[in-house]
C-alpha cells in the first residue's frame, strides 16, 4: 500500500522537461472477442473440461460414460450424484439422477427418475463398481414409452416402466462426483445413438462443482444487485471504496454465468451493475484502488459480453472507462488516482489519452531539478500495478483496430502501460524474485500470482509475441512448498493475513514455464507454456483436496491456465532446505512429513523497502507441531498505530535491537502525518549519510550500487545432516550517534549464523533437530537479542515484576520452556555467559496486575486519531513510546467497535500473533575498539521435541549444548553431543584464525563463517587446535559457503 506526497507537476512544467523516455512497441491486439484474460477458445475449452451444457433434455436419450471411482472421501457426501439431479442445485423434480449407492459395502451405482413432486418413483437396481477401473455406464430412457433402463459394464438392470406422466422438463446437466473420480467419454444422444447433442473427451467433476459455484454466486449477486435501490447490500456499496476482489470478482461470476447459460436475468442484472459503476461521482471516489477496479470491470463486461451488448451501450462503456482514467483527482490526496499510477507526477495529453509526456521508465533521478515525473518507485512494490493492470484490461477490451477502427486514441496509454510491465513490474518481478522468493512471505507474495495472471492477460489480448517474459514465473510455488506447515498454514512473515494452503492455486498454476516440447512456432503464446511439474502437483495434491467442493476460485484458474498435464503424486524435491536469493528467504525442514517437520524459516533480504516488507533482517521463526517461536503482532490493516509502531517493526521480531532510547524514528510522509514513531531500536531506512528511499526504484534496490542494497544472505549450505545459514543485516541499522557517525558497523555489525542440526539418518528418522543461533554484533550501544513466543515460557529462575508487563530474570537464568500444542522447545542461552547475561521477560495478558498503558487509534470527537485511551490489561506489544515511556500498542479490533473503523486482515486468535518475548543481553562493560563499537555476542541453543506434557516448568535436556574453552572471543566453540562440536567464527572478517581446546574429544567438528573457498591450516599440537587462514599449503578448504568438516 502507498500513499504519495500531495504534489503534482502542472502540465507547462511537464511539457518544459528536456529529458524524454520513449515507450517500447506495443505489439497489435487481437481483433477477436473476448481477448482480456480468455478467449473464445478457452471458455470452449472450460464447458468442455467442466460438463457445462445448457439446454433442454429430448424426451427420449441416452446418457453415456467412463467412470473411474475412488471410494468416497471425507469431503465427499454419502450416496453422492455422479450424474442429474443434484438437491444442492434446486428441485429433483422432472429428471432423473444416476448416482452412488452404499457406501458402507463398496461402490455401487443406481439410476432414479423423479416425478413433478420431486420424488422418486422409478428405481434401477444398483450396480457393482470396479475401483480405479474403468466403468461403463449408460443409461437410457423414452419418456413417451415411459421405459428406462441402466446399463454397467454391459450388466443390465431390468427395464423399468411407469404409468405416471414423466417428462425429463427440468432435467440437470449437472456432475458431482467423488474427488478423484476420472469421468471420459461423456456422450447425451437422442433417439438414436447417431444423435450426438454433446459430448466431451474427459469431464472434470471438482470442475463441475466449480461452476456451481460460480452460478450460485452470480444468481446471488444478481438479487444483490437488483435490490440495490431498497437494499444497500455489501455489492452495492463496494462500488464506491473496494477494490478488485469486492468489485470485479461478481461481474465475472455474472459474465461467465450469462455466457454459459444465457438466462437474460442474469444479463438484465449486469446492465443494472454497469449503471451503477457508472454512477459512481465523482469518478475519483476510493481513489486509484477503487477506480482501477471500476473501469476494470467495465472493460470485463464489454469484452466477454461485447456480442451481447449492442453498440450504443459499448460505447457508453468505452466513454465512460476513458473518462474515469483522465479524472483527476482534487481532494485529500491528490495522487491517488489513475494519473498519476500511470504518469506519475504531471498531468495527460489533451489530444490522446496518454501522458503530457512519458514518464521516465529507467534510471530515474528522484532528486533531479526539475523534477523528472516517473512511477518506477512503485515497480517492486505498491498498489500503481494493480491500477496499471485493470487499466490495462479495460483499454485492451475497447481498442477496436479491426476494419472500422475504434477507441483507437487510448493505444498511447496502452503502449506507457505495455512500457510498465516490459521494463519495470516484471522486470522487478525477476530480479528480485529470481528464485521465487519474496520479502514479503508469504500473504502479499501470493500476489505473484496476479503477476503470472497479468501476464497472461497480454499474451491473450496481444496479436503474435507479446515481447513480455516473466522467467521467474517458474519458481512461485517453491517457497509455499517448503513452507507448508502440518496445520495448511504458512509462516506469518511480513504483513500476514489468513492464507490456508486452499487460496494458493492461482499461485501454484501461474508457476509456469516453457514447454520443451513445444515445437510449433505459430502455437499461441500463452500456449507455448506449462505448469511446472511439482507446482500442478502442489496444486492437485495439497490445494484442491482442501479446498470446498463447491468454490469459485478453480474454474476461474483453469480458465486462465489451460492444464494437459495428467494428476501425478507430489514428489518432492531432494534437497530440504532451500535458499531464495535477492528476496533473502531461507526454509529449513528435517522431512517432507509436514505433521512431523521442524520448520526453521529465516530472512535477510538484499534490499531494504518499506510496503509489506518488515524491518526484519536477520529474523526467523520456528514450527514444530505448533508456532513455537513467531513473528508476532496482528496485521490489523496497513499503516496503523500497531502496524507502524510495533508490528512491522524490529521488535516484533526474533532479531537484535539496540538500547538506543534518545534515537527517535522519524519518517516524513503522508500516512505517518510528519510524527514521530515508537523507540524500539531496531532496523530503519533512510539517515543522514545514505538517501535511502521506504519506496526504491530497480536501480536503488536491486541493481549494483544501489542506495537500498544491503548485505542480505551471505552463506547457505545443506550438508545433509546440518543447514548454515548466515545473514548480514548491519546496512539495515542505520542510527546515528551525535557525531553522524553509525552506531552500528556497517560491514560487520549485525552477523547471524544459524546451523540447524538434523538427526542421523534425518531422512527416515524424524526426530526433531537442534537449532544453534549465533550473533556477532558491533555496535556503540548495548544489544538485546529478541525471541518471541505464544505462551509465557517455564525459566529456570525466578522473575522479578520490573513494571507493568516487564520481568527480570534472576541471575544465572538460562533455560526457557515453550510448550504449544503438540510441540515443545526449550531455548538454551549460552552466550552471554551467565555471569553476564541478563534475561528479561515482555508482553503477557488479561493478567490484572499487570496494567500496561494503551496507544491507539481512537476518535476524539468528530475525528480518529491516534491517542493514548484507557490502561488496560494488555501488555503484549510494549515498546518505548516517543517520550521514552513503555506503552503497548493494541491492534485495531473489528468494523463493528464504533471507535476503531475497518476490517481487521488477521483474525484475532490467529496462531502466530504471540503474546511474549524474551530480552537477552550483556550486563558486562564492554570494551569499545578504535572506532567505538563494542563487540557482543549472543548464542541459543533451541532443543525441538515433543511436548512432555507438564503444566509448566523447564524441560530435562538429554544432551545439552555445553561451550568449550576459547583463545580469543572471535572464537566460539560449542559442543553439541558426543559425537559434534560446532566452531562460529565471531571476528569482524572471515579471514580470522580460530583457536579451541575440543578435549579429549575426537568427533566430528563443523566450523562455519570461513573464507568461501578459502585456504586453511589446522594445527592440533596443542590442547588449543588451531584453523588458520594461509596462503598455501592447505590442510583443508573451506566451502564455496565459507565451511570445514573436521577431520
Given at each position: ?6 504534489r503534482r ?12 523516455h520513449?515507450?517500447m512497441a506495443?505489439p ?10 480468455a478467449?473464445?477458445?478457452d471458455?470452449?475449452?472450460v ?9 433442454a ?5 441416452t446418457?453415456s460414460?467412463?467412470?473411474i ?19 444442492d ?8 439422477l ?6 458402507d ?9 423423479y ?5 422418486s ?6 450396480q ?40 425429463p422438463?427440468?432435467?440437470?446437466f ?6 478423484g473420480?476420472?469421468i471420459?467419454?461423456?456422450k ?11 459430448q ?9 462443482s466449480?461452476?456451481r459455484a460460480?452460478l450460485?454466486?452470480a444468481?446471488?449477486a444478481?438479487?444483490q ?6 437494499t444497500?447490500?455489501d455489492i ?6 473496494k477494490?478488485?476482489?469486492e ?9 461467465m ?8 436475468a ?5 446492465r443494472?451493475h454497469?449503471r451503477?459503476l ?15 477496479a ?29 473518462a474515469?482514467i483522465?479524472?483527476?483527482?482534487l481532494?485529500g ?29 529507467q534510471?530515474?533521478?528522484r532528486?533531479?531539478?526539475?523534477a523528472l ?6 515497480y517492486?512494490?505498491?498498489h ?6 485493470l ?7 475497447i481498442v477496436?483496430d479491426?476494419?472500422?477502427p ?18 519495470g513490474y516484471?522486470?522487478?518481478r ?5 528464485d521465487g522468493?519474496?520479502p514479503s512471505?508469504?500473504s502479499?507474495a501470493?500476489a ?23 522467467a521467474s514465473?517458474q ?8 513452507a ?7 509462516p ?10 486452499e ?5 501454484a498454476?501461474?508457476?509456469r ?28 495434491n ?6 470446498a467442493a ?9 480458465l ?12 518432492m524435491?531432494?534437497e530440504?532446505?532451500?535458499?531464495f536469493?535477492?528476496?533473502g528467504?531461507?526454509?529449513v ?10 520448520l ?5 533480504a ?20 505448533a ?6 503482532g ?7 498505530t500497531?502496524w507502524r509502531n510495533?508490528?512491522?517493526?524490529t ?5 537484535i535491537?539496540l538500547?538506543?532510547?534518545?534515537k ?12 514521530y ?5 531496531g532496523q530503519w531506512?533512510?539517515?543522514?549519510l545514505?538517501?535511502?528511499a521506504?519506496y ?7 541493481l549494483?550500487?544501489?542506495?537500498n542494497?544491503?548485505?542480505?544472505v551471505?552463506?547457505?549450505?545443506d550438508?545433509g ?6 545473514g ?10 551525535s557525531?553522524?557517525k553509525?552506531?552500528v ?11 540447524y ?12 533437530p537442534l537449532v ?13 537479542s529478541l525471541l ?5 515460557p ?10 507493568a ?11 526457557f520452556?515453550?510448550r ?7 531455548v ?40 493514548f485511551?484507557?490502561?488496560a ?12 515511556q513503555?506503552?503497548?500498542y493494541p ?9 476503531d473503523p475497518?476490517?481487521?486482515?488477521m483474525?484475532?486468535n490467529?496462531p ?6 524474551l530480552?537477552i ?7 569499545a575498539d ?17 511436548t ?17 574453552p ?9 559442543k ?6 560446532v566452531v ?20 566430528k ?25 594461509v596462503?598455501a ?11 570445514v568438516?573436521l577431520?
Amino acid at each position: 500500500m502507498r500513499f504519495f506526497s500531495p504534489r503534482r507537476l502542472g502540465l507547462a512544467a511537464a511539457i518544459g522537461l528536456l529529458f524524454s523516455h520513449s515507450a517500447m512497441a506495443l505489439p497489435p491486439v487481437t481483433k477477436a472477442h473476448p481477448r482480456v484474460y480468455a478467449t473464445q477458445a478457452d471458455f470452449d475449452r472450460v464447458a468442455l473440461e467442466a460438463g457445462i451444457r445448457a439446454g433442454a433434455f429430448p424426451s427420449a436419450g441416452t446418457v453415456s460414460f467412463d467412470l473411474i471411482p475412488v471410494v468416497k472421501g471425507p469431503k465427499d457426501v454419502a450416496g453422492a450424484p455422479i450424474f442429474g439431479q443434484d438437491p444442492d442445485n434446486g428441485s429433483s423434480a422432472n429428471g432423473f439422477l444416476i448416482f452412488y449407492t452404499s457406501d458402507d459395502k463398496g461402490l455401487y451405482v443406481a439410476a432414479n427418475l423423479y416425478g413433478a413432486n420431486g420424488a422418486s418413483f422409478v428405481w434401477l437396481s444398483e450396480q457393482p463398481l470396479i475401483e480405479g477401473q474403468r466403468n461403463r455406464i449408460s443409461f437410457t430412457y423414452d419418456a413417451n414409452a415411459r421405459t428406462a433402463k441402466l446399463v454397467v459394464n454391459g450388466r443390465e438392470s431390468s427395464a423399468r416402466n411407469w404409468t405416471d406422466p414423466w417428462q425429463p422438463s427440468a432435467q440437470q446437466f449437472s456432475f458431482r462426483s467423488h474427488r478423484g473420480d476420472v469421468i471420459e467419454n461423456f456422450k447425451l444422444a437422442g433417439p438414436t445413438a447417431t444423435d450426438v447433442l454433446w459430448q466431451s473427451a474427459r469431464i472434470d467433476p471438482e470442475l463441475h462443482s466449480s461452476w456451481r459455484a460460480i452460478l450460485g454466486a452470480a444468481k446471488t449477486a444478481a438479487a444483490q444487485i437488483n435490490a440495490c435501490g431498497t437494499t444497500a447490500s455489501d455489492i452495492c456499496n463496494d462500488i464506491r471504496e473496494k477494490g478488485r476482489k469486492e468489485i470485479m470478482e461478481p461481474a465475472r461470476h455474472l459474465a461467465m454465468a450469462y455466457r454459459y447459460t444465457g438466462d437474460l436475468a442474469l444479463l438484465a442484472a449486469i446492465r443494472e451493475h454497469i449503471r451503477l459503476l457508472k454512477g459512481v461521482s465523482p469518478l475519483t471516489t476510493g481513489g486509484e484502488w477503487s477506480m482501477g477496479a471500476r473501469v476494470g470491470t467495465l472493460g470485463l463486461y464489454y469484452d466477454w459480453l461485447y456480442s451481447y451488448l449492442d453498440p450504443i451501450e459499448r460505447d457508453a462503456i468505452a466513454a465512460h472507462i476513458k473518462a474515469t482514467i483522465r479524472a483527476d483527482k482534487l481532494d485529500g490526496n491528490p495522487n491517488l488516482d489513475l494519473i498519476y499510477s500511470a504518469c506519475g507526477n504531471q498531468g495527460l495529453s489533451a489530444t490522446v489519452l496518454d501522458c503530457a509526456q512519458k514518464p521516465v521508465f529507467q534510471d530515474w533521478n528522484r532528486y533531479a531539478t526539475p523534477a523528472l515525473p516517473s512511477t518506477s518507485d512503485t515497480y517492486i512494490s505498491g498498489h500503481a500495478a494493480t491500477g496499471v493492470s485493470l487499466m490495462a484490461a479495460a483499454l485492451l477490451a475497447i481498442v477496436e483496430d479491426g476494419a472500422q477502427p475504434k477507441h483507437t486514441d487510448v493505444v498511447p496509454m496502452l503502449d506507457t502501460i505495455y512500457t510498465h510491465f516490459k521494463l519495470g513490474y516484471l522486470r522487478a518481478r525477476d530480479l528480485y524474485s529470481v528464485d521465487g522468493g519474496n520479502p514479503s512471505l508469504f500473504s502479499y507474495a501470493s500476489a505473484a500470482g496476479e503477476t503470472s495472471e497479468r501476464l497472461v492477460m497480454w499474451q491473450r489480448a496481444l496479436s503474435g509475441n507479446s515481447g513480455l517474459q516473466l522467467a521467474s514465473q517458474q519458481y512461485y510455488l517453491y517457497p509455499y512448498l517448503y513452507a507448508l506447515r502440518a496445520d495448511g498454514s504458512f509462516p506469518a512473515r511480513g504483513d500476514s493475513y489468513t492464507f490456508p494452503v486452499e487460496l494458493a492455486g492461482a499461485l501454484a498454476l501461474g508457476s509456469r514455464m516453457l514447454n520443451p516440447d513445444n515445437t510449433d512456432p505459430n502455437a499461441p503464446e500463452d500456449q507455448k507454456y506449462i505448469i511446472d511439474p511439482v507446482a500442478y502437483a502442489f496444486y492437485t495434491n495439497k490445494v484442491q483436496p482442501v479446498r470446498a467442493a463447491r468454490n469459485t476460485a478453480t474454474l476461474w484458474e483453469r480458465l486462465i491456465y489451460p492444464q494437459k498435464q495428467p494428476r501425478t503424486p507430489l514428489t518432492m524435491p531432494t534437497e530440504l532446505a532451500r535458499h531464495f536469493r535477492t528476496a533473502g528467504n531461507v526454509i529449513v525442514r528435517n522431512t517432507w512429513d509436514n505433521a512431523t517437520n521442524t520448520l526453521l524459516e529465516f530472512k535477510s533480504a538484499s534490499f531494504i523497502s518499506e510496503n509489506h516488507h518488515h524491518l526484519d533482517q536477520n529474523s526467523f521463526s520456528l514450527y514444530y507441531k505448533a508456532p513455537l517461536l513467531v513473528d508476532s503482532g496482528q496485521y490489523d490493516d496497513y499503516n496503523t498505530t500497531h502496524w507502524r509502531n510495533y508490528y512491522q517493526r524490529t521488535i516484533a521480531h526474533n532479531a537484535i535491537v539496540l538500547d538506543d532510547t534518545n534515537k527517535d524514528y522519524y519518517k516524513q510522509d503522508y500516512y505517518y502525518d510528519n510524527k514521530y514513531t515508537s523507540r524500539d531500536g531496531g532496523q530503519w531506512y533512510a539517515n543522514k549519510l545514505v538517501k535511502r528511499a521506504t519506496y526504491p526504484t530497480i536501480e536503488e534496490a536491486l541493481l549494483p550500487g544501489g542506495s537500498n542494497l544491503l548485505h542480505g544472505v551471505t552463506g547457505f549450505e545443506d550438508g545433509g545432516d546440518y543447514v548454515y545459514v548466515a545473514g548480514n543485516a548491519s546496512k539495515a541499522y542505520p542510527s546515528l550517534d551525535s557525531s553522524d557517525k553509525y552506531i552500528v558497523d556497517q560491514n560487520a555489525g549485525m552477523q547471524r549464523s544459524i546451523v540447524y542440526l538434523r538427526r542421523p539418518d534425518s531422512r527416515l528418522d524424524v526426530t526433531p533437530p537442534l537449532v544453534l543461533v549465533f550473533d556477532s554484533v558491533r555496535s556503540k550501544v548495548k544489544a538485546t537479542s529478541l525471541l518471541h513466543t505464544v505462551g509465557q515460557p517455564a525459566a529456570d529462575a525466578g522473575a522479578t515484576r520490573l513494571g507493568a508487563g516487564r520481568y527480570q530474570y534472576g541471575s544465572g537464568a538460562g533455560l526457557f520452556t515453550v510448550r504449544n500444542g503438540g510441540g515443545m522447545l526449550t531455548v538454551q542461552t549460552l552466550l552471554p555467559k551467565s555471569a553476564t547475561r541478563s534475561v528479561g521477560l515482555v508482553g503477557g495478558q488479561g493478567n490484572p496486575n499487570d496494567v500496561c498503558k494503551q496507544y491507539k487509534r481512537t476518535k476524539v470527537g468528530n475525528e480518529y486519531v491516534d491517542a493514548f485511551v484507557a490502561d488496560a490489561a494488555d501488555c503484549r506489544f510494549l515498546v518505548r513510546h516517543s517520550d521514552n515511556q513503555w506503552v503497548n500498542y493494541p491492534p485495531r479490533t473489528n468494523k463493528d467497535d464504533p471507535t476503531d473503523p475497518g476490517a481487521v486482515s488477521m483474525p484475532a486468535n490467529a496462531p502466530d500473533i504471540g503474546a511474549w518475548r524474551l530480552e537477552i543481553s550483556d550486563s558486562a562493560a564492554l570494551p569499545a575498539d578504535a572506532a567505538g563499537y563494542k563487540t557482543q555476542y549472543f548464542l541459543n541453543a533451541l532443543h525441538v521435541a515433543d511436548t512432555d506434557g507438564a503444566s509448566g516448568g523447564v524441560a530435562t535436556l538429554a544432551q545439552p549444548a555445553a561451550l568449550l574453552p576459547v583463545q580469543s572471543a572471535d572464537t566460539t566453540a560449542v559442543k553439541v553431543n558426543s559425537d559434534l562440536v560446532v566452531v562460529f567464527n565471531g571476528g569482524a572478517t572471515t579471514g580470522t584464525t580460530l583457536q579451541w581446546q575440543p578435549g579429549s574429544y575426537s568427533g566430528k567438528t563443523l566450523v562455519v563463517g570461513l573464507q568461501k573457498n578459502g585456504c586453511y591450516a589446522l594445527d592440533k599440537s596443542a590442547p588449543m587446535w588451531q584453523l588458520k587462514p594461509v596462503a598455501a599449503s592447505c590442510t583443508h578448504t573451506a566451502s564455496a559457503n565459507g565451511v570445514v568438516q573436521l577431520p
